[in-house]
């Protein structure tokens, strides 16, 4: 076994008990997984700076300078201190210690020569370092000539020895032991020489102890641009070995049934864009191939009936089709709709859920089982062992990111002999850097365009002293017969946030708006399931013209009298959330609008969030703002796709790595899909020791 793959208790200076906690803090097993945790800053200590020069607090200095003095400081009321004096030929500084001082009062000397780094702070006039890192200067004065790297911590290993300072140690052992010949090139020569990259040993042994910023630049380019290259070769080859090697069922023929529909019971025209990536899908579904495609669509743009007519191609074709959604508020939706757009075709439709008990439930069963229902409709529900199809042709996944990727896999499994087509939606636009990442394996069509008749909502931003003018709004909204959402980000009050929740909302509006002349609707996520269905008919029924709300209506209520959303404490919300919310609006013919109410005491991230909803109605646009904002782990859809699992890549900052990466993964391929190529032989290797095992992921595409 190599060295890198030793167990980590192995190695000089850990032990069982460290190892212990290095695996559970940090998920280390090996001396490989140790040295591929890269610092997240360094401390030059190429520079000395003199202790007459650091004028300003809250400065990071390096000094170096001797010990005149060390005294315990006892204090009744505050909390005992060590203090050392610190001297350069320039002046003096005290160093501070809260804790440990027993520890540190036995190791540091007098009239000894020390380098020190710390943040400087001041206190009565004194300029001081409070647990300042230093070390004894002198023999091992070489070391100092470099970027220390700074590793990220945890108090328990802190409190073992395995703090960025023992890291370092650790890490510096394991460079010195290890050999050039033990770290096998992993890119082929032609990409190393094409980017001057440094070879992959140097780039491990600069990403830690980089004499300069150049190395440590050097380096850092070299690990980016592996870790999305890497990532990017694994899903284009996918891609193309589903295309060429995963035969799928054909769908012949466009029938009498999509016909039918088409030219009789559509009661809209399709928009380009629909028809667009209609004629993709088609392309798919009748190439031989299983296909495996992500619809992007904003919410209202019409991917429903995208979905509905794919189901019909494969009635025509003699298969059923499932939706699976992620909550049965919005199966419901699905399941509503598409029965009312199917009336009169001989279409069997069923809705399959959780709830779905007894006798009801045995039927549908059945009914999947003998091919008696082409459509069923429902939650997670769908996967369950019981759940037979005769002939599944067409798997549709609405809002996929909320289901595991086991989830999903499981529906691929419950047809007969050919894996089924695979058709994924999603309302939250997702920026191209992430859909690279998250869907890279996928073909993406995009519905960019809202159906025709549609008024783009009017966004406005109010603070609390516009609420008189924003009742008097809504008043006169009600009196043309339209319907308002008013959203609260709480159910109850919260003694930690200043907000105003949901219930006092609802008893303010009651003010304004009495009954028996107003009707307001109350549904949040504490509500039993029954009784949210009440309010929520209750308000689609135009028996309420008001609904105060939680977020559980982002998803799930079609109300085209629906012409206000009113969000309260708007800068409480994300982006994303905020685009989805703005989007239960706009349904119908008349003019809608969205108002964020916020107060005045705004951070910048939540001024900058409420001027993009303000400036642009584009989902594709807000995404990408949300992106800058946020960071990839945060943005909604991308939570499980690994996307946070990048150890120095930064999609936002790193575009042009990422793209580089990208496109340079795709030159490769398509010059040489199998990697047979001599200059590509270390790619394949290293390719294949990553690969899962059971997957034989890199077996020949033909």
């Not at 023999?139 to 023992?166: C, N, R, W």
């Not at 990403?207 to 300069?212: E, I």
């Not at 029965?339 to 439930?361: E, H, M, P």
């Amino acid at each position: 076994m190599s060295f890198l793959k030793t167990d980590i208790s192995f190695l000089k200076g850990v032990g069982p008990t460290r190892a212990e906690r290095l695996a559970k803090e940090l998920n280390v097993k090996t001396v490989e997984d140790l040295l591929c945790i890269y610092p997240f800053r360094y401390i030059d200590k190429t520079k000395f700076q003199k202790i007459s020069d650091l004028r300003s607090t809250d400065d990071v200095a390096l000094i170096k300078g001797k010990i005149r003095s060390i005294e315990k400081v006892q204090s009744a009321k505050r909390q005992s201190r060590l203090t050392a004096l610190l001297l350069d030929d320039t002046g003096a500084i005290e160093l501070v210690w809260f804790q440990q001082i027993k520890v540190i009062s036995e190791i540091i000397k007098t009239n000894t020569e020390y380098i020190v780094y710390g943040r400087v702070n001041s206190f009565g006039g004194r300029k001081s370092i409070v647990h300042p890192e230093m070390e004894e200067s002198g023999a091992q004065i070489d070391m100092h000539k470099t970027f220390d790297p700074v590793y990220s911590s945890t108090e328990k290993l802190d409190a073992i020895g395995l703090d960025s300072k023992g890291r370092r140690r650790l890490i510096k052992a394991i460079l010195e032991k290890l050999s050039p010949s033990e770290i096998e090139e992993n890119l082929p020569q032609y990409i190393i020489e094409k980017f001057k990259f440094p070879t992959r040993f140097q780039a491990l042994e600069w990403v830690h102890f980089p004499k300069d910023e150049a190395q440590k630049n050097l380096a850092q380019n070299r690990i980016k641009f592996e870790e999305f290259f890497f990532l990017q070769m694994q899903l284009l080859h996918s891609k193309a070995k589903r295309k060429t090697i995963l035969r799928g069922i054909v769908f012949e023929k466009v029938g009498h049934t999509f016909n039918t529909f088409y030219k009789e019971k559509l009661p809209f025209e399709l928009t380009n864009a629909q028809k667009r990536v209609m004629k993709e899908i088609r392309y798919d579904l009748g190439g031989g191939f299983q296909m495996n495609r992500l619809l992007q669509g904003d919410v209202g743009s019409g991917k429903t009936v995208v979905a509905l007519m794919c189901m019909l191609l494969a009635i025509d074709n003699g298969y059923q089709s499932c939706l699976m959604a992620p909550t049965e508020i919005l199966a419901t939706q699905h399941y509503e709709g598409i029965t009312n757009l199917v009336a009169d075709l001989g279409i069997k439709v069923a809705f399959y859920t959780g709830s779905v008990k007894g006798k009801a439930r045995k039927e549908i069963l059945a009914g999947l089982e003998d091919g008696s229902i082409d459509i069923v409709i429902g939650t997670h529900a769908l996967i369950e062992d019981t759940v037979v199809f005769q002939n599944l042709g067409l798997s549709i996944t609405d809002e996929q990111h909320r289901f595991g990727v086991a989830q999903r896999a499981r529906l691929w499994y419950k047809a007969d002999k050919l894996p089924p087509h695979i058709l994924v939606m999603t309302a939250t636009p997702i920026p191209r850097t992430l859909a690279m990442t998250t869907y890279g394996d996928l073909d993406v069509s995009v519905i960019d365009e809202l159906p025709p008749g549609r008024k783009e909502i009017t966004t406005l931003h109010k603070f609390e002293t516009h609420r008189p003018q924003v009742l008097e709004f809504m008043h006169k909204q009600i009196a043309l017969g339209r319907q308002i959402y008013v959203v609260f980000p709480l159910i109850e009050e919260s003694e930690k946030l200043d907000l105003q929740d949901l219930q006092q909302g609802y008893e303010n509006l009651l003010q304004y708006f009495p009954p028996p002349n107003f009707q307001i609707s109350v549904v949040h996520g504490r509500m039993k399931a029954q009784a949210k269905e009440f309010e929520m008919k209750r308000f689609v029924d135009k028996q309420s013209q008001i609904m105060v709300a939680t977020t559980v209506i982002e998803v799930g209520v079609n109300v085209p009298n629906a012409s206000v959303m009113i969000v309260e404490n708007a800068e409480r919300f994300g982006l994303s959330q905020l685009h989805q919310l703005r989007g239960r609006v706009g349904r119908g013919a008349e003019q809608s609008y969205c108002i964020l109410m916020s107060g005045f005491k705004l951070s910048k991230e939540s001024k900058e969030r409420i001027a993009t909803m303000v400036r642009t109605n584009n989902g594709f646009e807000i995404a990408e703002a949300d992106l800058q904002l946020r960071g990839p782990g945060e943005i909604e859809g991308t939570r499980q796709s690994g996307v946070t699992n990048f150890r120095l890549l930064n999609l936002i900052k790193d575009h042009s790595i990422v793209s580089t990466a990208r496109l340079m993964a795709e030159k490769v391929l398509e010059s040489d899909p199998n990697l047979a190529h001599e200059t590509n032989l270390p790619l394949r290797k290293y390719l294949m020791s990553i690969a899962n095992p059971m997957s034989n992921d890199w077996g020949l595409i033909s």
